[in-house]
């Protein structure tokens, strides 16, 4: 006897074996127990999850010898027929073969003669909306007024093609796609009843690999089944047949990630290249793994929204215990956009591993709106502070938010203006405490023009020239190059009206600037400030500051 394929061999016989679908195959038996049988039933759903099965143990429950019935017996001659594909009065229609109005019209001239041995006509139209619109139109009369004794189910993967007076005349259902959990276990069951054996992580590659679909999982399990060659099928074989990365080197790449490994997680990357898996579906793969962790860094019990084996979600969660939620989302965000790159690419190994190394830098993403928010709420606070008499005006500032980029590409930063203070001639806006007093003079002019040279380091100046370092490689370092015309106008206004030269240079982020006069005037004064400071930012208002933004105090200014 010739071999039957598993999607054949273990296709549901009754409604209760019809898996993920209990909302619709309930409808349908209590229809049946009550003698409610509607004549036209659409089903709705992706491939394999179990339209036309559904639509062939409904047949059998109208046809079997002991019914209608919402428990076929599955033993009489109808019920057997039926199962077999002989039965005179079911007729299965594909709907792509037959999208004429003249197949229509025949169609509608054979429902007028009565069941040659069943107790009712089934029409089961397959992939329905293939049917042109003049058989659409041809099929509308007899759909609404059918004879008593025929019923149609139709079935569709679109049934936004279906016209809405087609819609209007049918019961609709709409199949969901199986949980990946849900699967797994109906393929645990299935191996445990043919006796073959397959370990946990490679039904959950099968499963994912299904996209929720029986029909499809069961293809994967033939496949793999054969591939072992009756040996036992590990999660290892199964990536291999599928050409999928296995969970290990999703959570190898999410571990080198996380940890700032370069070298690792370039190396992971490669170890799936060379296996000759499709990088394509490895993005998309890590993708759906960030999506688990920024879920279980943010959920308290991110459980029922982690689909996978008990196994897997242990590893996710470790995972997430060493992620802030923040910088889970930013990692998200960040690789979303890096795989749809990857599907486009020319090269996509390139991309991917540029794309890995971008990553390595992501900030947790802060929106600007919400910034903006706790910003106009600490400015009320201070306002109060200050009519308090504190003994020194602390600006807080956050670790430097990351927004998405604006026009120009520049990053939007907020902070809260000082009040403006005329300085000193150009030789001391190069001392430190100086040029962060200029800075934040900028900030209430220019608050995004400020937050790129808050990082700059006054290295050397002469007279009509300030030379500033910025961080070497940095968005910074570009845009402040760009927009180095903007801060000369500014300084030479500051400076009296005479003109003054910017130039910007890359500068390790350690580099230190070199002393000037000023700045030894400057270090007289520090042990003042640092007092001043200390007073300040132990001030109970202050200190609700910090809580409110979630930073630090980078900076003391005293009147």
Same mark, same amino acid.
């Given at each position: 006897?010739?071999?039957?394929?598993?999607?054949?061999?273990?296709?549901?016989?009754?409604?209760?074996?019809?898996?993920?679908?209990?909302?619709?195959?309930?409808?349908?038996?209590?229809?049946?127990?009550?003698?409610?049988?509607?004549?036209?039933?659409?089903?709705?759903?992706?491939?394999?999850?179990?339209?036309?099965?559904?639509?062939?143990?409904?047949?059998?429950?109208?046809?079997?010898?002991?019914?209608?019935?919402?428990?076929?017996?599955?033993?009489?001659?109808?019920?057997?027929?039926?199962?077999?594909?002989?039965?005179?009065?079911?007729?299965?229609?594909?709907?792509?073969?037959?999208?004429?109005? $003249?197949?229509?019209?025949?169609?509608?001239?054979?429902?007028?003669?009565?069941?040659?041995?069943?107790?009712?006509?089934?029409?089961?139209? $397959?992939?329905?909306?293939?049917?042109?619109?003049?058989?659409?139109?041809?099929?509308?009369?007899?759909?609404?007024?059918?004879?008593?004794?025929?019923?149609?189910?139709?079935?569709?993967?679109?049934?936004?093609?279906?016209?809405?007076?087609?819609?209007?005349?049918?019961?609709?259902?709409?199949?969901?796609?199986?949980?990946?959990?849900?699967?797994?276990?109906?393929?645990?069951?299935?191996?445990?009843?043919?006796?073959?054996?397959? $370990?946990?992580?490679?039904?959950?590659?099968?499963?994912?690999?299904?996209?929720?679909?029986?029909? $499809?999982?069961?293809?994967?399990?033939? %496949?793999?089944?054969?591939?072992?060659?009756?040996?036992?099928?590990?999660?290892?074989?199964?990536?291999?047949?599928?050409?999928?990365?296995?969970?290990?080197?999703?959570?190898?790449?999410?571990?080198?990630?996380?940890?700032?490994?370069?070298?690792?997680?370039?190396?992971?990357?490669?170890?799936?290249?060379?296996?000759?898996?499709?990088?394509?579906?490895?993005?998309?793969?890590?993708?759906?793994?960030?999506?688990?962790?920024?879920?279980?860094?943010?959920?308290?019990?991110?459980?029922?929204?982690?689909?996978?084996?008990?196994?897997?979600?242990?590893?996710?969660?470790?995972?997430?215990?060493?992620?802030?939620?923040?910088?889970?989302?930013?990692?998200?965000?960040?690789?979303?956009?890096?795989?749809?790159?990857?599907?486009?690419? %020319?090269?996509?190994?390139?991309?991917?591993?540029?794309?890995?190394?971008?990553?390595?830098?992501?900030?947790?993403?802060?929106?600007?709106?919400?910034?903006?928010?706790?910003?106009?709420?600490?400015?009320?606070?201070?306002?109060?502070?200050?009519?308090?008499?504190?003994?020194?005006?602390?600006?807080?500032?956050?670790?430097?938010?990351?927004?998405?980029?604006?026009?120009?590409?520049?990053?939007?930063?907020?902070?809260?203006?000082?009040?403006?203070?005329?300085?000193?001639?150009?030789?001391?806006?190069?001392?430190?405490?100086?040029?962060?007093?200029?800075?934040?003079?900028?900030?209430?002019?220019?608050?995004?023009?400020?937050?790129?040279?808050?990082?700059?380091?006054?290295?050397?100046?002469?007279?009509?020239?300030?030379?500033?370092?910025?961080?070497?490689?940095?968005?910074?370092?570009?845009?402040?190059?760009?927009?180095?015309?903007?801060?000369?106008?500014?300084?030479?206004?500051?400076?009296?009206?005479?003109?003054?030269?910017?130039?910007?240079?890359?500068?390790?982020?350690?580099?230190?600037?070199?002393?000037?006069?000023?700045?030894?005037?400057?270090?007289? %004064?520090?042990?003042?400030?640092?007092?001043?400071?200390?007073?300040?930012?132990?001030?109970?208002?202050?200190?609700?500051?910090?809580?409110?933004?979630?930073?630090?105090?980078?900076?003391?200014?005293?009147?």
């Amino acid at each position: 006897m010739s071999y039957v394929v598993l999607a054949r061999k273990h296709r549901p016989q009754t409604f209760d074996e019809v898996i993920g679908q209990e909302p619709i195959t309930r409808t349908l038996k209590n229809a049946l127990a009550q003698g409610r049988v509607h004549h036209a039933y659409l089903l709705c759903g992706s491939r394999g999850v179990g339209k036309t099965t559904t639509a062939r143990v409904l047949a059998k429950a109208l046809n079997c010898d002991s019914g209608p019935t919402p428990e076929p017996c599955g033993k009489c001659v109808s019920c057997e027929e039926i199962r077999a594909g002989t039965a005179v009065d079911v007729i299965e229609i594909d709907g792509a073969s037959h999208t004429g109005v $003249d197949d229509v019209r025949e169609l509608c001239e054979s429902v007028r003669y009565m069941p040659a041995r069943g107790r009712r006509k089934i029409y089961i139209i $397959d992939e329905v909306h293939m049917f042109s619109p003049s058989a659409f139109n041809a099929l509308l009369k007899t759909l609404e007024e059918p004879p008593p004794h025929v019923v149609f189910v139709f079935a569709t993967t679109e049934p936004h093609k279906l016209p809405a007076t087609i819609l209007s005349r049918c019961q609709r259902f709409d199949f969901r796609r199986l949980t990946d959990a849900r699967l797994r276990e109906h393929l645990r069951a299935i191996v445990l009843r043919e006796g073959l054996r397959v $370990d946990d992580g490679g039904l959950s590659l099968i499963a994912r690999a299904s996209e929720g679909g029986v029909r $499809d999982a069961l293809s994967l399990l033939d %496949q793999v089944v054969a591939y072992a060659g009756g040996e036992a099928v590990t999660e290892a074989q199964v990536a291999e047949v599928l050409g999928v990365a296995d969970r290990r080197s999703l959570l190898a790449l999410a571990d080198a990630v996380l940890g700032r490994d370069a070298g690792r997680a370039l190396g992971v990357l490669e170890e799936v290249f060379r296996a000759g898996h499709d990088l394509g579906r490895f993005a998309a793969a890590f993708l759906s793994h960030l999506r688990d962790l920024a879920v279980a860094a943010s959920v308290d019990d991110p459980g029922p929204l982690l689909d996978m084996s008990d196994g897997e979600r242990r590893d996710v969660l470790a995972q997430a215990s060493r992620t802030e939620r923040a910088r889970a989302l930013s990692l998200f965000e960040r690789f979303a956009r890096a795989t749809e790159e990857v599907l486009r690419a %020319q090269s996509p190994k390139v991309v991917l591993e540029v794309a890995l190394l971008d990553l390595l830098d992501a900030e947790p993403l802060l929106p600007l709106g919400d910034l903006l928010d706790r910003l106009e709420s600490l400015e009320g606070r201070l306002a109060g502070a200050a009519a308090s008499g504190a003994p020194g005006a602390a600006t807080p500032s956050l670790p430097r938010p990351t927004t998405a980029p604006e026009s120009g590409g520049s990053r939007a930063q907020a902070s809260i203006a000082p009040r403006p203070q005329p300085i000193a001639p150009l030789a001391a806006a190069a001392a430190p405490g100086s040029w962060r007093a200029l800075i934040d003079d900028l900030g209430a002019q220019n608050p995004r023009l400020a937050g790129i040279y808050a990082l700059a380091k006054p290295l050397r100046f002469d007279e009509g020239e300030i030379v500033l370092g910025l961080p070497a490689g940095s968005l910074e370092l570009e845009i402040g190059s760009e927009r180095a015309r903007d801060l000369e106008a500014f300084v030479s206004a500051r400076s009296g009206g005479r003109p003054v030269r910017v130039r910007i240079e890359a500068a390790a982020p350690d580099a230190p600037a070199p002393l000037s006069v000023a700045e030894v005037e400057e270090g007289k %004064q520090q042990a003042e400030r640092e007092k001043r400071r200390r007073e300040a930012i132990e001030h109970p208002t202050i200190r609700a500051a910090v809580d409110i933004l979630g930073g630090d105090v980078r900076n003391v200014r005293t009147e």
